[in-house]
């Protein structure tokens, strides 16, 4: 399998960083990883620095000034990754919310003849153990659905923190200009793709029902950043509706 770089977007993540499963993720998989610190004020930096020595290098750091939030900070990660032309890159959050072997699994599921994009989605089915606070999932899923009906794409997820691309033009033009969003930047990304030019056709896209997930505490995603990024849905619209009519 191809080697793919992992964007983890970090700010102020000294508390929740689980070094060892990040170094066994890179001994055991077919990954790098490179952490974007988006302006820490703690030791995020020095603990990555640690990582990436036990690491042999294959986990790098990239630190960015001041805090962008994560869209920027994961847009910023994914430019820097794609200079060393790797095949593939991703991102994960920081808290290991969707566990390494899941990781692992959303990256071989990008081998699939056709498929550009994989996704990670959060379904709870018999026999899986996605662990979510009701009420966070309840208002994720009318945020989904509304995503959705933008996006004209039946996606079940679109704010699941793990994802993959196979490296091409329409993901490098995806990437050329700042979102708009702190937090759904997704939402933006995957449009960019579908009205792009070159634009990615729905079918590239797959979406992977996890096996397991955990919201990790300590999530800064409180109630005035959810109202934020449900707000920014409306820009997002808007600028959709443009590309679409650019694009026709
Ligand atoms: N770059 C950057 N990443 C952030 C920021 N806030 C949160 N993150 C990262 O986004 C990911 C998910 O954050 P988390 O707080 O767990 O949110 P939640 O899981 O969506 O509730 C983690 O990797 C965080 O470090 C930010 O301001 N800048
Ligand atoms: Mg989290």
Redesign the pocket.
């Known amino acids: 399998m191809p080697e793919a770089i992992v964007v983890?977007?970090?700010?102020n993540?000294e508390r929740r960083l689980r070094d060892d499963d990040f170094v066994a993720l890179v001994r055991d998989g077919e990954v790098r990883l490179l952490f974007?610190d988006?302006g820490s004020t703690d030791a995020t930096a020095s603990r990555v620095r640690a990582m990436s020595e036990r690491a042999g290098g294959r986990i790098a750091l990239l630190q960015l000034p001041t805090?962008r939030?994560?869209g920027e900070?994961v847009r910023a990660g994914l430019l820097h990754a794609l200079t060393a032309s790797p095949v593939a890159v991703g991102y994960i959050?920081?808290?290991l919310?969707t566990p390494p072997e899941e990781i692992l699994r959303l990256q071989q599921a990008l081998e699939r003849p056709g498929v550009s994009v994989v996704m990670g989605a959060r379904i709870r089915l018999l026999g899986t153990r996605i662990e979510r606070e009701a009420t966070r999932h309840y208002l994720g899923r009318v945020f989904a659905t509304v995503a959705s009906l933008i996006l004209r794409l039946p996606v079940y997820d679109t704010q699941c923190?793990a994802k993959f691309f196979r490296v091409g033009e329409p993901l490098r033009r995806a990437l050329a200009e700042p979102f708009r969003s702190r937090w759904a930047f997704d939402v933006e990304l995957i449009g960019r793709l579908l009205t792009g030019s070159p634009a990615l056709s729905s079918a590239e896209f797959l979406e992977v029902p996890l096996a397991r997930w955990t919201?990790?505490s300590?999530?800064?995603?409180g109630s005035t950043q959810m109202m934020g990024a449900a707000m920014d849905l409306v820009a997002i619209a808007a600028e959709l509706r443009k590309r679409r009519r650019a694009g026709t």
């Not at 983890?8 to 700010?11: A, D, I, Q, T």
């Not at 300590?218 to 995603?221: E, I």
């Open positions: 983890v977007p970090c700010f993540e974007v988006d805090n939030g994560k900070a959050d920081a808290d919310s923190g919201d990790v300590g999530s800064r995603l």
